[in-house]
């Protein structure tokens, strides 16, 4: 199988790193380019066998799947230079929540796919969430399947969700890391800790807890209640972390949901600007 990936910036880099990582796919079987040549011979020099191009039409010959690693703005464009190129076998499969599956499948002859990793499968954990277009056949979603799943769990998901399932997946770390970031500056400037002691004791506490919400089986509700005990010092904290908290994970979702929807305004007029707006 071969594998191509246009745009190798911090997630298709990732992507690449990972697959090799894991075993799914030997360098030679990845195909790469980007509009920055650097960093394509970056990763190619990291991964030797690894094919990289200056062209895009090169990445995608002969590829099995194809990954798009890059921003909305750039689809049209880089769509529009692959157009009679693309084989209807092919399957091409984006890694960009904003461009949806149709707007894909409009633009290219072939079976579409859409994806949203997230930083953990840097380790091969975590989830990679996935939606199929209309032409992805079972044998197809079974090929993207089996490859997502050296580097992840695949989780079907609904487009109309995708929102917010990737502020839980794929924001998620980043908002969680914030917070023990947080937790850490605080620990410091309170008592004076050592910060690396700090940052070593909280990530080491965050692994343990996040291994008992998955493996050990526990909800994020029976885990509180097991650590707090009535009138002791995590229940006192808990109580202020509610009243301080209050509302600001809505403020965050809603904050997301904002952005997303001002970008999938953005490519519809990008992709569809003349035949939506009208003369």
Same mark, same amino acid.
């Given at each position: 199988m071969k594998v191509g990936f246009i !745009? &190798? #910036?911090?997630?298709?880099?990732?992507? &690449?790193?990972?697959?090799?990582?894991? !075993?799914?796919?030997?360098?030679?079987?990845?195909?790469?380019?980007? *509009?920055?040549?650097?960093?394509?011979?970056?990763?190619?020099?990291r991964h030797p066998g690894l094919q990289g191009f200056h062209s895009n039409l090169e990445t995608i010959d002969g590829c099995d799947i194809v990954f798009l690693c890059i921003k909305p703005h750039e689809y049209k464009t880089?769509?529009?230079?692959?157009?009679?190129? /693309? +084989?209807?076998?092919? &399957?091409?499969?984006?890694i960009t929540s904003p461009v949806l599956l149709k707007q894909l499948e409009d633009r290219l002859p072939c079976k579409v796919a859409k994806v949203i990793p997230s930083i953990t499968n840097y380790i091969c954990s975590g989830?990679?969430?996935c939606m199929y277009g209309s032409r992805m056949q079972p044998d197809d979603i079974e090929?993207?399947?089996?490859?997502? @799943?050296?580097?992840s769990d695949p989780l079907e998901i609904d487009e109309r969700?995708? *929102?917010? /399932?990737?502020?839980l997946s794929s924001c998620g770390p980043a908002f969680i890391a914030f917070v023990l +970031?947080?937790? /850490?500056?605080? @620990?410091v400037e309170e008592t004076g800790i050592d910060r690396d002691e700090a940052a070593s004791i909280a990530c080491a506490m965050l692994s343990g807890t996040g291994q008992l919400l998955t493996d050990g089986g526990m909800t994020p509700e029976q885990l509180q209640a097991r650590v707090s005990v009535p009138g002791g010092i995590t229940a006192r904290a808990l109580q202020l972390l509610?009243?301080?908290?209050?509302?600001?994970? #809505?403020?965050? &979702? *809603?904050?997301?949901?904002?952005?997303? =929807?001002? =970008?999938?305004?953005? /490519?519809?007029d990008l992709l569809y600007g003349e035949e939506a707006n009208g003369p």
């Open positions: !745009g &190798i #910036g911090s997630m298709g880099s990732l992507l &690449i790193d990972a697959f090799i990582g894991s !075993g799914a796919l030997e360098p030679s079987q990845i195909k790469a380019s980007n *509009r920055t040549f650097a960093k394509t011979e970056q990763i190619a020099n880089i769509v529009d230079e692959l157009l009679h190129k /693309v +084989q209807p076998s092919q &399957i091409f499969v984006s989830a990679t969430l090929k993207l399947n089996e490859l997502l @799943a050296y580097i969700h995708t *929102r917010i /399932v990737s502020d +970031q947080k937790f /850490v500056d605080a @620990a509610e009243q301080k908290l209050d509302g600001v994970f #809505g403020e965050v &979702i *809603r904050t997301t949901h904002a952005k997303y =929807d001002e =970008d999938l305004a953005k /490519v519809q």
